[in-house]
Every structure is written in structure tokens, then in C-alpha cells.
């Protein structure tokens, strides 16, 4: 009579092991997709932001006309009072 215990064995072990990887891969992919939508909000977020801050770039501009009106007042000054 042939023993078919270690067949069995064998079957039950690859069983365990495909369940575990099974729910391993499970795991896994519900992390990716957890973290899909975390970074889809963090793009969000980051767009958000950009729209929020687009006025800052125009304060280099603003500097920028201030400085050349400064510096046209000094001259009207210095030319009205070598005018004296």
C-alpha cells in the first residue's frame, strides 16, 4: 500500500503558503491605493497653494516700480534743489 501522507502534507503546506501570499498581495495593494489617494489630496493641496501664492510673484515687480520711482524722485529733488 502506498502512503500518500507526504502528498497531503505537501498540498496543505503550498496551501497555507498561497493564502499567506494572498493576503500579503491583498495588504499591499490596499496600501498603494491608500496612498494613491493621499497623493492625489497632497496634489490637490499643492495646486491649491500655488493658485493661493501666484500674487507673491508680482511683489518683485512691485519692488521693482517703487525702487525706479524712489530713484526718479531723488533725481527731481536733486535737480529743483541745484536749481536754487
Known amino acids: 500500500m502506498v502512503s500518500l501522507t507526504g502528498w497531503y502534507v505537501?498540498?496543505?503546506?503550498?496551501?497555507?503558503?498561497?493564502?499567506?501570499?494572498?493576503?500579503?498581495?491583498?495588504?499591499?495593494?490596499?496600501l498603494a491605493r491608500r496612498i494613491g489617494v493621499q497623493a492625489l489630496a497632497a496634489t490637490e493641496a499643492l495646486d491649491e497653494s500655488r493658485i493661493n501664492t501666484l500674487?507673491?510673484?508680482?511683489v518683485d515687480k512691485v519692488n521693482g516700480g517703487i525702487r525706479s520711482i524712489i530713484r526718479n524722485a531723488e533725481e527731481a529733488r536733486?535737480?529743483?534743489e541745484g536749481g536754487r
Open 10 to 30: 505537501g498540498f496543505i503546506i503550498a496551501l497555507v503558503v498561497l493564502v499567506i501570499v494572498v493576503a500579503l498581495v491583498g495588504i499591499i495593494l490596499g
Open 55 to 58: 500674487g507673491l510673484w508680482e
Open 78 to 80: 536733486g535737480a529743483l
